[in-house]
């Protein structure tokens, strides 16, 4: 048995066998954890289950971060399965492509620059705020990834730049609230 072993955690953002978040919940599940994952969309559910499937679990839930009700949802369904979560493992991020391409101040829209907030920050404390009872008592943890573009200006990183720095003060105002709880709460900054 691994050092995870007996932990559940609810991983969101395994897209394709190359994604971070599936070498996350491969090396998890080696460790002895068990898994719950999520979809964005109907095209993505039957590649999710694919992958839980083989990391020995049928926990795939619908969840679009964009929406309230589904991350309400998420955690109500999950609670039917699970008494408790040990982590949540946040593996979000997203910009229209046209705003990563050229010159920051040219391709930035206001409409663009809030997506790439909703989704790959704000999210994260969403999932925090409906995810805290499950976690309560437990010393669990939240992990979500940044990137280097967070602290310095990268050719076509544009508008993630941006997000990935509010994501990453999001982690240490998240950690602020929730460690009295005993909730650990970290980025994993990746500098490829």
């Not at 095209?43 to 969840?63: I, Q, Y």
């Not at 704000?122 to 008592?137: D, F, H, N, P, T």
Request: with cysteine; proline share 2%.
């Amino acid at each position: 048995m691994g050092f995870l072993a007996g932990k559940r955690i609810l991983v969101l953002g395994v897209a394709s066998k190359l994604s971070i978040a599936s070498g996350i919940s491969s090396a998890m599940h080696r460790e002895g954890a068990e898994l719950a994952f999520t979809y964005q969309t109907e095209k993505l559910k039957g590649r999710v289950e694919g992958f839980a499937e083989s990391w020995d679990s049928n926990l795939v839930f619908p969840c679009d971060v964009t929406e309230d009700k589904q991350i309400n949802d998420l955690f109500s369904r999950l609670s039917e399965s699970w008494d408790g979560l040990d982590g949540i493992v946040h593996c979000l991020a997203f910009a229209p492509a046209h705003e990563l391409d050229g010159n920051y101040v040219d391709v930035t829209t206001r409409e663009g620059f809030l997506n790439a907030h909703e989704i790959s920050s704000y999210s994260l404390v969403a999932l925090a705020q409906q995810g805290r009872e499950l976690m309560r008592g437990r010393n669990g943890s939240l992990l979500t990834l940044s990137y280097l573009g967070a602290l310095r200006s990268l050719p076509n990183y544009n508008v993630m730049g941006l997000a990935k720095a509010s994501l990453e003060a999001n982690v240490r105002y998240i950690a602020s609230s929730l460690g009295p709880e005993g909730t650990r709460v970290m980025a994993s900054q990746l500098a490829l």
